[in-house]
């Protein structure tokens, strides 16, 4: 049972562009939830997706957003890319069902912006 | 979602136990204790959690105090591999459940 996939695993673009990452979740995950994390800090939670809809966003500007397909997997996008997106970016993905829901994370996407 | 306090580092001789704290004094009675750990340039990964009995499982065992105001991750018996970051994390289990991280404790076991 392959775990959550992130592609590309590196990426390099330049100011002004946009970019998309992809995330496969676990085997039988329905939640997808994206996370920024930049040198030296702690993961930050970006949104959520549930259903193919926004379920919860953090604390970033429009020009993050994301969609899910219906077989539960995700993209994040990102326009107009700015020097301070550059980061590992980060999906977690975890399972319906009763009582916890733990997230399981891929290894990153780690985006340099020049 | 309560907030949570960390050191920054620890070290720990490699065979021996590794106990990191974790202070959350304003937890609420429904807020659940979660671990991860973050080896480097790897996407963190789930440890342990628990609400307000000791957990044990097959990578570590955590303790939380009767007051629920502070816990401990320990790793009986660390190894190289145990180097990483490591989150303390406190949140509800109800609707959405993104998780919050601070900027964690850097363990590093010393040979």
């Known amino acids: 049972d392959a775990g959550v996939t992130q592609s590309p695993t590196h990426l390099i673009k330049t100011r002004g562009q946009q970019v998309t990452l992809r995330c496969s979740p676990k085997?039988?995950?329905?939640?997808v939830s994206w996370y920024q994390q930049a040198l030296g800090q702690g993961p930050q939670f970006i949104f959520q997706y549930y259903e193919e809809e926004e379920r919860q966003r953090g604390n970033f500007p429009d020009r993050f957003s994301g969609h899910q397909f219906p077989n539960y997997s995700s993209e994040l996008n990102v326009n107009a890319l700015l020097l301070g997106d550059s980061a590992l970016y980060l999906c977690?993905?975890?399972?319906?069902?009763?009582?916890?829901?733990?997230?399981?994370f891929g290894p990153g996407t780690r985006l340099l912006v020049l | 979602d309560a907030k949570t306090t960390q050191p920054p580092s620890m070290d720990c001789a490699e065979g021996r136990a590794a106990n990191l704290p974790c202070n959350h004094s304003?937890?609420?009675?429904?807020?659940?204790v979660y671990w991860y750990r973050q080896i480097h340039s790897q996407g963190p990964q789930y440890i342990i959690h628990g609400l307000k009995n000791n957990e044990t499982n097959e990578m570590a065992s955590l303790i939380i105090t009767e007051d629920r105001k502070s816990s401990t991750l320990i790793l009986p018996h660390a190894t190289l591999r145990d180097t990483a970051v490591y989150y303390c994390i406190v949140r509800v289990e109800t609707g959405a459940n993104n998780l919050f991280f601070g900027t964690g404790t850097r363990l590093t076991v010393i040979p």
């Open positions: 977690a993905s975890s399972w319906p069902g009763q009582g916890f829901r733990t997230q399981y």
């Open positions: 085997s039988g995950h329905d939640t």
């Open positions: 304003t937890i609420s009675g429904n807020e659940y």
